[in-house]
C-alpha cells in the first residue's frame, strides 16, 4: 500500500475519537448540572414557530429552579406546558406537552426529575432534566395540584384537590401505594427540613355554618407515611404556598391566607373590609405541639389582596410574599417579625394593621396576577410567575428593587376572555382594594364555602352560601332570589354597589368579565367514566332521580320529581324560584332559585344556607316532609344509588 493513501479504517478511527469528544463533553456538562438538551433551540427552528405561533395564553402558575439555579421550570395551566428557562440568558430554552392543567412543580433531591401535577388529568408527568424530555405518566388521586418527595427521593407526595386526600407514590415501581385524608381541598405542599410534607387547604373544614371558618394544615411523617398532625388555623381559608424558616429549635412556617369577615352583613361593614390579608406563622417543634400566630399583611388605608406564593430567600433576612389582587410583591425581614411575635406587648397581632409595618421593608409592583415565587440558591435574585400577563417579574433581592420582565411567548393585544380574566384577579375596582372577584371565587371561579349576608342589613338574617362560578353559562337568573336577571347585571351594577362600594367596571369592562366568566368550564368529573357508562349503582340512581311513582307504585306528583326541578336539558336546574321547605327564621323568602346540578359532587356544603354537609343529609336531615322531591319512602340503598348518580352529573 502506498504512504500517499488513507488507511481503510483511518475514517472509523476518527469517528471514534469524535465520539470520545461528544462523549466527554456530555459527561462535563453533566457534572456541571447541566445537559446538552439544555441548549438553547436555534431561532426559526420548528419549535420557535410552534412556540410563538400558539394563540393560547400560557398562564403561569408554578415555578421551580434546578439545584444550582440555572434553569427555572414554568408550570403553564393555559396551554399544557412546561418550559425551561436560562436564568443567564432569561431566554424560553424548551418547551414540553404535559397533562391538563399542570399547575404544581416539584424537583427530587438532586434535581434529574422533575414531577408536574396535572390537575384536570389526575395525573404527574415525570421530566427528565437531563434529556428534557417526559419519561413517564404516573396515576393519582383526583385534582392534583400541590406535589413533593421525601428528603430521599423514593416517594412523591400529591395534595388532591378534588379527592380531599394526599396520594403517597412509590418513584421505584410508579404506584400509589396509599391515599391520606386531608382536609377540605387541599391544594400546596412542601418538603420540610425535619422529615415532614406539608399540606395546606384552600378551603375551610366542613362545620357548622354560623362559625368562623378554620382552615387546616396537615403533616405527613415520611418515616411512616401518614399524617401525624393537623393544625388548626383559626379564622382563615385560602392557605397558598408554603415558606420554611429554620430556627434553632424548630422550623417555622410563612404561610399567606385570607381573613373573611362573613359573619358580618356586608351593609354594616361600611368603615371595615370584608376581607383581610393576612400570614400565618408556624412554629414547628418535634416532641412539642406547634404554635400558631397571625399577622396582617394588608396596610391601615390599603389591602394586598389575595396572597398566594411565599418564599425564604437563602442566606438574606427576606421572605417574599405576592398579592395577586394589586399586583405586588411584599419583602418581609424576618428577623424583625420573629421579634415582633415575641414581643408580649402584641397580645392580637391577627386584628392589628399597623404591626405591618414593622416587619414589611419593600413593596414592589408585579406583572399582571403574580402567583407562585421561587428564590435562587445564592438569594439573589426571586422569580415570580404573573398569570394573566404571561411574564416573570425578577426581582434583585441584593437591591430591593425590580429587574426586569421575562417574556413567555408573543405578546399580542388581549382578548376579550383575556381582558375579563385581569378584571377578574384586579382588587383595584374595590374600595380599599380589599378583594376582587377571585377573592370569593377562588382557583378560577370557584366558591369559598362560605355563608355571606349582602344586601340586607339586619343581623343574622338571609344569610346564603357562596356559589361557584364554573359552567354557569346558561343557567341564569342569577342569586339564590332570582333577582339578577344576567350576568352583565351580576358583575356591573350589583357588584359595584354591594360588593366593591365602588363605580365598578365600565361597560365595557363588564362585557369582558362576563366573557371570561362564560367561558369557565368544569374539570372532568371523576365519578363518570371515559365513555359515559354508568356503574350499576350510578344506573339505578339514575332510575330513582327520573321515577314517576314510589316504591309502592303510587303516582308522585310532578313538582315532586327530581327531573322537574333539576331539568337535564337546562343544566339541571329549572332556572325557577321553588319552595322546598328548607327556608328558616332567618331567612326573608321562603323560596330560592333551583341550583344546578352539574359538578355538585365537587361543592360541599349543600342548600342555600350551607347546613347540609353532604348530598345523604339533604334528604335524610333536611326533607321530613317530602317538599324537596319524595324521598322517605326510599331506603338506604336507593339514597346511596341517587347520590351515586348526581355525582356524576
Not at 456538562?29 to 433551540?41: D, E, I
Not at 344509588?641 to 355525582?647: G, H, R, S, W
Amino acid at each position: 500500500m502506498s504512504a500517499g493513501r488513507p488507511r481503510p479504517d483511518s475514517r472509523p478511527v476518527r469517528r471514534r475519537r469524535g465520539a470520545t469528544r461528544w462523549i466527554v463533553l456530555a459527561l462535563a456538562l453533566s457534572a456541571a448540572g447541566l445537559s446538552l438538551a439544555n441548549r438553547p433551540a436555534p431561532r426559526g427552528s420548528a419549535y420557535w414557530r410552534r412556540f410563538y405561533s400558539s394563540r393560547r395564553y400560557f398562564d403561569p402558575v408554578a415555578l421551580q429552579l434546578s439545584p444550582h439555579g440555572r434553569w427555572l421550570y414554568v408550570a403553564g395551566e393555559g396551554r399544557n406546558e412546561v418550559l425551561q428557562i436560562d436564568t443567564r440568558t432569561r431566554r424560553v430554552t424548551g418547551a414540553l406537552a404535559v397533562g391538563r392543567r399542570p399547575k404544581g412543580l416539584a424537583l427530587s433531591p438532586g434535581g434529574r426529575w422533575l414531577y408536574v401535577a396535572n390537575t384536570w388529568s389526575n395525573s404527574v408527568s415525570v421530566i427528565d432534566t437531563r434529556t428534557w424530555r417526559v419519561a413517564r405518566t404516573l396515576h393519582v388521586g383526583w385534582g392534583p395540584e400541590g406535589l413533593a418527595t421525601d428528603r430521599t427521593g423514593r416517594y412523591l407526595y400529591t395534595a388532591n384537590t378534588l379527592g380531599n386526600d394526599i396520594s403517597v407514590v412509590r418513584l421505584a415501581t410508579g404506584r400509589e401505594v396509599s391515599r391520606l385524608p386531608a382536609g377540605h381541598f387541599p391544594a400546596f405542599t412542601a418538603r420540610l427540613r425535619g422529615g415532614w410534607i406539608a399540606v395546606t387547604d384552600l378551603l375551610a373544614q366542613l362545620g357548622a355554618p354560623e362559625q368562623p371558618p378554620v382552615d387546616q394544615l396537615s403533616l405527613v411523617d415520611t418515616a411512616t407515611r401518614q399524617v401525624a398532625r393537623r393544625i388548626m388555623v383559626p379564622g382563615a381559608i385560602q392557605m397558598r404556598q408554603i415558606a420554611q424558616v429554620s430556627l434553632p429549635h424548630a422550623d417555622c412556617l410563612l404561610i399567606p391566607f385570607l381573613q373573611p369577615h362573613n359573619l358580618v352583613p356586608l351593609l354594616v361593614l361600611r368603615r371595615d373590609w370584608y376581607a383581610a390579608n393576612g400570614l400565618a406563622v408556624v412554629e414547628l417543634h418535634r416532641h412539642a405541639p406547634p404554635r400558631v400566630r397571625e399577622v396582617m399583611l394588608d396596610g391601615v388605608n390599603r389591602a394586598y389582596a389575595n396572597g398566594y406564593g411565599a418564599v425564604v430567600a437563602p442566606h438574606t433576612p427576606w421572605a417574599l410574599v405576592t398579592a395577586s389582587g394589586v399586583d405586588r410583591v411584599s419583602i418581609l425581614n424576618i428577623r424583625r417579625l420573629l421579634r415582633l411575635l415575641r414581643s408580649p406587648a402584641q397580645a392580637d397581632l391577627a386584628r392589628n394593621l399597623a404591626d405591618a409595618s414593622h416587619f414589611i421593608v419593600r413593596r414592589l409592583p408585579t406583572g399582571r396576577d403574580p402567583t407562585g415565587v421561587v428564590a435562587s440558591p445564592d438569594g439573589h435574585y426571586a422569580y415570580i410567575a404573573n398569570r394573566a400577563d404571561d411574564t416573570i417579574s425578577v426581582i434583585d433581592l441584593h437591591g430591593l428593587r425590580s429587574d426586569g420582565l421575562i417574556r413567555l411567548g408573543r405578546m399580542r393585544a388581549p382578548t376579550e376572555v383575556r381582558r375579563g380574566q385581569q378584571l377578574f384577579f384586579d382588587a383595584d375596582y374595590a374600595q380599599g382594594r380589599e378583594l376582587a372577584c377571585a377573592t370569593c371565587h377562588p382557583d378560577e371561579g370557584f366558591e369559598d364555602g362560605l355563608l355571606w349576608s349582602f344586601e340586607v342589613p339586619h343581623l343574622g338574617q338571609d344569610i346564603v352560601i357562596n356559589k361557584t362560578l364554573r359552567a354557569i353559562r346558561g343557567t341564569g337568573p342569577f342569586k339564590w332570589n332570582g333577582l339578577n336577571p344576567n350576568l352583565a347585571t351580576q358583575d356591573g351594577p350589583r357588584t359595584a354597589t354591594y360588593i366593591f362600594r365602588s363605580q365598578g367596571f365600565s361597560p365595557r369592562q363588564v362585557r369582558d368579565l362576563v366573557a371570561f366568566v362564560r367561558s369557565l368550564r368544569l374539570p372532568p368529573n371523576p365519578y363518570r367514566a371515559p365513555d359515559g357508562r354508568l356503574t350499576p349503582a350510578q344506573a339505578r340512581g339514575r332510575a330513582i332521580f327520573f321515577r314517576s311513582r314510589t316504591n309502592t307504585g303510587a303516582i308522585i306528583p310532578e313538582d315532586d320529581r327530581c327531573y322537574r326541578c333539576h331539568a337535564p336539558l337546562t343544566h339541571y336546574t329549572s332556572r325557577v324560584l321553588m319552595n322546598v321547605g328548607t327556608a328558616t327564621r332567618f331567612d326573608n323568602t321562603r323560596a330560592f332559585k333551583v341550583p344546578s346540578l352539574e359538578g355538585i359532587y365537587m361543592r360541599p356544603p349543600y342548600l342555600h344556607n350551607g347546613e347540609a354537609r353532604t348530598l345523604e343529609e339533604i334528604w335524610t336531615k333536611f326533607n321530613p316532609h317530602n317538599r324537596h322531591g319524595f324521598t322517605s319512602d326510599m331506603n338506604k340503598q336507593q339514597l346511596n344509588d341517587l347520590v351515586q348518580f348526581l355525582k356524576t352529573l
